[in-house]
T-cell receptor, first 112, second 118 residues
Framework: AQSVTQLGSHVSVSEGALVLLRCNYSSSVPPYLFWYVQYPNQGLQLLLKYTSAATLVKGINGFEAEFKKSETSFHLTKPSAHMSDAAEYFC??????????WGAGTKLIIKP | DAGITQSPRHKVTETGTPVTLRCHQT?????MYWYRQDPGHGLRLIHY???????DKGEVSDGYSVSRSKTEDFLLTLESATSSQTSVYFC?????????????????FGEGSRLTVL
């Protein structure tokens, strides 16, 4: 069965610092991978997705993620954190039955 | 905005009572999903639908049933609510280009329904 692991339930960075949120997956087939963001009291929205085109995927709000097959990773990065980036971030992989398998989420905290 | 509304947004109920949550979409999408979100568990799929009267179970379907009699409405029912079903419930629809594989679709989420079972 496929699984998704997000390292760190909480990540804290200073405003202006690099954001790195880690996601590793297990998959027996080439995966489709997603990052979603959830702001407080809202539903989730798509940040970016990898669907076997370029391995470096650019998303909204300056975020990007790199698919590394050899490391089974799809880490999310942003060069400079904004206060408005404070939210919970979810990594997900699609399985052969067209369902999404979700990571447990990482809360990003931005320190002024 | 994918035109998804969930109702009610908040509900407090007592153990053993039936509860129905409604998800309504305005854009005629085929695939609809019900998830629950709990701290430390991410999102877990309860049931999904791939068309009118076509539904299937997700990973945490016990204690839940669903119905889809019209394309635009997907109902989630807790026949006899328990405290373990206290959660935030999200409805989602899958939107994709017809040229894309099924499992690359973007999910659009409703704003959630917070259910408390006392």
């Amino acid at each position: 069965a496929q699984s998704v692991t997000q390292l760190g339930s909480h990540v804290s960075v200073s405003e202006g610092a690099l954001v790195l949120l880690r996601c590793n997956y297990s998959s027996s087939v080439p995966p489709y991978l997603f990052w979603y963001v959830q702001y407080p009291n809202q539903g989730l929205q798509l940040l970016l997705k990898y669907t076997s085109a370029a391995t470096l995927v650019k998303g909204i709000n300056g975020f990007e993620a790199e698919f590394k097959k050899s490391e089974t990773s799809f880490h999310l990065t942003k060069p400079s954190a904004h206060m408005s980036d404070a939210a919970e971030y979810f990594c997900a992989v699609s399985d052969r039955h067209y369902q999404l398998i979700w990571g447990a989420g990482t809360k990003l905290i931005i320190k002024p | 905005d994918a035109g998804i509304t969930q109702s009610p947004r908040h509900k407090v109920t007592e153990t053993g009572t039936p509860v129905t949550l409604r998800c309504h979409q305005t854009e005629n999408h085929r695939y609809m999903y019900w998830y629950r979100q709990d701290p430390g568990h991410g999102l877990r799929l309860i049931h999904y639908s791939y068309g009118v009267k076509d539904t299937d179970k997700g990973e945490v379907s016990d204690g839940y049933s669903v119905s889809r009699s019209k394309t635009e409405d997907f109902l989630l029912t807790l026949e006899s609510a328990t405290s373990s079903q206290t959660s935030v419930y999200f409805c989602a629809i899958s939107v994709r280009l017809s040229s894309e594989p099924l499992n690359t679709g973007e999910l659009f989420f409703g704003e959630g329904s917070r259910l408390t079972v006392l």
